[in-house]
């Protein structure tokens, strides 16, 4: 996987970290066995912060849980 991880128990600082020194403006939530639970982008921490989510909350709580996703078997075309 080329995009930045982080795991489902990270709080929402660890993924600001995460997609920092990735120089991204998005990270994969992966669960226990490595599975994509979901996705966090910068947008979804800034919207978070607004609402009232603290940095030391759960990343879990605020990652988009449906993200469009595509296997490597899927063609382009």
Same mark, same amino acid.
């Given at each position: 996987?080329?995009?930045?991880?982080?795991? #489902?128990? #990270?709080?929402?600082?660890?993924?600001?970290?995460?997609?920092?020194?990735?120089?991204?403006?998005? #990270?994969?939530?992966?669960?226990?066995?490595?599975?994509?639970?979901?996705?966090?982008?910068?947008?979804?921490?800034?919207?978070?912060?607004?609402?009232?989510?603290?940095?030391?909350?759960?990343?879990?709580?605020?990652?988009?849980?449906?993200?469009?996703? #595509?296997?490597?078997?899927?063609?382009?075309?």
């Amino acid at each position: 996987m080329s995009e930045p991880t982080v795991p #489902a128990h #990270a709080t929402v600082r660890d993924a600001v970290r995460v997609i920092e020194v990735a120089r991204k403006t998005i #990270a994969v939530v992966l669960g226990d066995r490595g599975e994509v639970l979901g996705t966090v982008s910068d947008g979804d921490i800034r919207r978070a912060i607004l609402s009232g989510v603290g940095l030391d909350g759960p990343v879990a709580e605020i990652m988009n849980a449906e993200p469009a996703l #595509a296997r490597d078997s899927m063609s382009v075309t």
